[in-house]
């Protein structure tokens, strides 16, 4: 089952030493939101966060999204983490869970394409407990369609992320390099350590 859960996202973290939201359920609003978080913790890589069912659906996505129809990205499933994670950006302390710094690297709303369908229309939830979702984003570095795939049908973690071949997709852009700063303070991962580290 799809329903978001933050309890183990709680327990891996001890909030008196974190400044990461705890997290509380809040309403859903009218547009979802999506946020990729560049994430330099042990290794490098983009937490890439859909809001489903008044959580953030989490996968950690090593090489970060592409906007190359052609890529197939590997994106593992992780806990799901509260809506406010999604204005996070700051350091995590040594030692604690997920230890290094975090960008908000993208961030914007989502449509489902797959309620959109005329044939049948799948909720998210519907979509994320079969395993294949589609989504429409709206972001300052992404856009256009992106589907995100189970690969084992729920028997293990690994999902692929795959940009829907659209008029939004572009083999030659490659946003990850090209485009590596925070969307919400235009701040890059060492000044973000640097800054937010020190008190
Ligand atoms: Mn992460």
Known sequence: MSKGNLKKYQKKRDFKKTKEPKGSARGSSDQPIF????HD????HYDFRLEIDSVLKSWAVPKGPSTDPSEKRLAILTEDHPIEYAEFEGTIPEGEYGAGT????????????KEESEDESI???EAFDSGHLTVYLE???LRGGYALIDTKRGKNDQWL???IDDEQADAR???VSTEPDSVLTGRSIERIEKEESKD
Do not use: C, F, H
């Open 102 to 113: 975090v960008m908000v690297w993208d961030k914007g709303t989502y449509r489902n394409l």
């Open 41 to 44: 913790a042990r290794n490098l």
């Open 161 to 163: 992320l795959i940009k």
């Open 35 to 38: 946020v990729i978080q560049k």
């Open 173 to 175: 852009r490659n946003p």
């Open 123 to 125: 909720s998210m939830e």
């Open 139 to 141: 972001g300052e570095k």
